[in-house]
């Protein structure tokens, strides 16, 4: 499963509310992706509605879309969000990553 810390829901749910999507059917679509300077890149996106083979997750009020694929390396995560004027966003506490770059940002299973 997939989990989101209460600050990063408040914070999705905000981002949510400025772009007129309904809390309850839209939500954040997680991802990885081939790239970055360890292997693969994190993806993070707000979304209208899940896709058909979606896992669907709830959590602190916000909903949580995940491909089959990407679900095999996010597995266990947390999506937490920090606020700083150097580095600040959404975080991934993966615990299935080997390796990860200095800013978060790629990992590598």
Request: glycine residues 12%; contains cysteine; charged residues 20%.
């Amino acid at each position: 499963m997939i989990s989101i810390s209460e600050t990063a829901a408040e914070q999705a749910l905000k981002i949510m509310k400025e772009n007129d999507l309904d809390a309850a059917a839209s939500g954040i679509r997680l991802g990885v992706k081939s790239g970055g300077c360890s292997g693969l890149t994190y993806v993070l996106d707000i979304v209208e509605a899940p896709e058909a083979n979606d896992r669907v997750f709830t959590l602190n009020g916000v909903r949580m879309f995940c491909d089959p694929k990407s679900y095999l390396y996010l597995n266990g995560t947390e999506v937490d969000y920090e606020s700083s004027m150097t580095g600040g966003g959404f975080k991934f506490v993966n615990p299935n990553a080997k390796r990860s770059c200095g800013c978060g940002t790629s990992f590598a299973v």
